[in-house]
C-alpha cells in the first residue's frame, strides 16, 4: 500500500511538471522567433554613374520675338509661317503714311530753321558794322554813352539770336533723325536667319510699338541649328548637377535615336518666380529650378560613336515643342566601394548602416559616407571595408527595428 501512493505521489509531480516544461518550450521558441531575419551581403568594387532623370521640351538656343517700335496698320506680310528666312529679308511692313508725312514735316521745319539762321547771320554782320561805327563816334566824342551802349546791347542781342538760331537748327535736324528713323522702323527685317515659328497678326491688324507699351508680338524668329531641352529638376537633384555635365536624350516622337546634351544653364530662380512674382514653383510641395541641356551630338546608339548633329535644314529632325526624356550623368566614381541604398538609414541626422557580428549575432550600428548613388547602389567613401558584412534587408526591417547590438538571424537562401 505504501508503495502504491510513492507511486503515485510521484506521477502527480510529473503530471504537473510536464505543463511547465511544454510552457517553457513555448517561450524559448517563441522567443527565437521574434529575433527579425536579415539579409547580408558583402561591399562590392565597381564603376558607378549617378544618373538624374527628367523630362521636358525642346526649344531653340536662340529664338527671337519682333514686335514693332512703331505702331500702324500691317499692310504686308513677306514670309510664311515654317519658312526659312536670311537675315535682312523683309518681314512685315507698316503703314508709312503719318511717317512720311513726319518726315516732309520735319525737311520743312529744318529749311525753315535755316533761313532763319541765315537771316540771324545777316543781321548780326549789320549790328556788327554798327557797332564799329558807334565806337569809333564814341572815340572822337561825336556820339553820347547812352546811344553807344545801346548799340553794343544791340550786337549783343543779335549774336545770341543767331546762337538760338543754331540751336533750333540742331533741333530741327535731331526731329528729322527721329522721323526717318520711325519710318525705317515702319518696315521689319529679320534680325537672324532661321524659320520662322510663328506669326502672330493678320493684314489689316494694327499693331502697337514698343515705345509706348509692351509692344505686340507679330512673329517668332527661330535658329534650329542649335537646339536645347527646358527641365524642371526639384531640389533634391539641382544640388547634384553642374554645368558641363553630360546628359542622354531621346525624344518621344523620334524613336530609336539617342542624342548627347550638355548642361548650359542652371537657374538660380525658382520656377514661377523668374520676374519676382511668388507664384507656383512646386510640384508635390518640392520647390523646381530650371535647367537648360543643349543637345550637341546624336549617337546610333548608347555603345556607337558621337557625330555632329545637323539640325539646320532637312527632315526628321527635333522640333519646338517635342516631348524629350533625360538622364543627367550627374557624378561618375571609379573603383566605388558600393552597397545597397536600402542598407543605409537615417539615425540622428547621421547616415548609417549595421554590419553583422557572427560571433555574436547581433547588428552593430556604423556611421557612414555616402557618394554617388546608381539606381539602387550607393558608394561608401568613409566608414566601410572591404570585407564586412552589411545588412541589407529588409529596409522596413532596417529602418524601424534595428539598433546598434540587436540580435538578428541571418535569412538562409
Known amino acids: 500500500m505504501g508503495r502504491v501512493k510513492a507511486y503515485f505521489t510521484r506521477w502527480r509531480r510529473g503530471y504537473l511538471l510536464l505543463p511547465l516544461a511544454f510552457l517553457l518550450l513555448i517561450y524559448l521558441s517563441s522567443g527565437e522567433a521574434e529575433l527579425p531575419e536579415v539579409e547580408i551581403s558583402l561591399p562590392q568594387v565597381r564603376t558607378l554613374v549617378e544618373r538624374i532623370p527628367a523630362s521636358g521640351k525642346i526649344k531653340p538656343v536662340k529664338e527671337v520675338r519682333i514686335s514693332p517700335d512703331v505702331s500702324g496698320e500691317v499692310v504686308e506680310i513677306g514670309c510664311r509661317e515654317g519658312e526659312w528666312v536670311e537675315r535682312g529679308t523683309l518681314l512685315i511692313k507698316i503703314k508709312q503714311d503719318i511717317y512720311l508725312s513726319a518726315v516732309e514735316r520735319a525737311e520743312a521745319l529744318l529749311q525753315a530753321a535755316e533761313a532763319e539762321r541765315r537771316e540771324q547771320e545777316a543781321n548780326v554782320e549789320r549790328m556788327e558794322g554798327r557797332f564799329r561805327r558807334d565806337s569809333l563816334l564814341f572815340c572822337n566824342q561825336a556820339l553820347s554813352q547812352r546811344e553807344y551802349e545801346e548799340s553794343q546791347w544791340d550786337y549783343k542781342i543779335a549774336l ?3 546762337r538760338g538760331a543754331l540751336y533750333n537748327i540742331e533741333t530741327c535736324r535731331a526731329e528729322l533723325k527721329e522721323s526717318r528713323e520711325n519710318l525705317f522702323k515702319s518696315t521689319i527685317y529679320a534680325p537672324i536667319s532661321g524659320y520662322v515659328t510663328k506669326i502672330y497678326v493678320e493684314l489689316g491688324e494694327r ?4 515705345s509706348q507699351m509692351a509692344g ?3 512673329l517668332c524668329i527661330a535658329d534650329m541649328g542649335s537646339m536645347e531641352v527646358q527641365v524642371n529638376l ?3 537633384d539641382i544640388a547634384k548637377v553642374c554645368c ?3 546628359a542622354e536624350i531621346r525624344v518621344d516622337a523620334l524613336q530609336g535615336r539617342l542624342f548627347c546634351g550638355i548642361v548650359t544653364s542652371i537657374g538660380c530662380t525658382p520656377v514661377g518666380e523668374e520676374y519676382g512674382y511668388s507664384g507656383n514653383s512646386s510640384s508635390g510641395g518640392i520647390t523646381e529650378y530650371p ?3 543643349a543637345i550637341v551630338g546624336e549617337r546610333s546608339d548608347e555603345e556607337g560613336p558621337r557625330e555632329e548633329l545637323k539640325l539646320q ?3 526628321n529632325r527635333p522640333l519646338t515643342g517635342m516631348t524629350a526624356s533625360l538622364l543627367l550623368m550627374a557624378g561618375r566614381s571609379e573603383n566605388a566601394l558600393s552597397i545597397p541604398l536600402s542598407a543605409v538609414t537615417q539615425r540622428e541626422g547621421r547616415r548609417v548602416i549595421f554590419l553583422y557580428d557572427s560571433l555574436s549575432g547581433v547588428a552593430v550600428e556604423r556611421p557612414v559616407l555616402c557618394g554617388v548613388q546608381e539606381g539602387e547602389l550607393i558608394e561608401i567613401t568613409g566608414g566601410l571595408s572591404a570585407g564586412e558584412s552589411v545588412i541589407c534587408a529588409p529596409y522596413s526591417t532596417i529602418r524601424r527595428e534595428l539598433e546598434n547590438m540587436s540580435s538578428v538571424l541571418v535569412k538562409k537562401e
Open 234 to 236: 526639384n531640389e533634391n
Open 207 to 210: 499693331v502697337v510699338g514698343t
Open 160 to 162: 545770341e539770336q543767331l
Open 244 to 246: 558641363g555635365d553630360s
Open 313 to 315: 535644314r532637312g527632315d
Open 291 to 293: 535647367v537648360k541641356v
Open 216 to 218: 505686340t508680338i507679330m
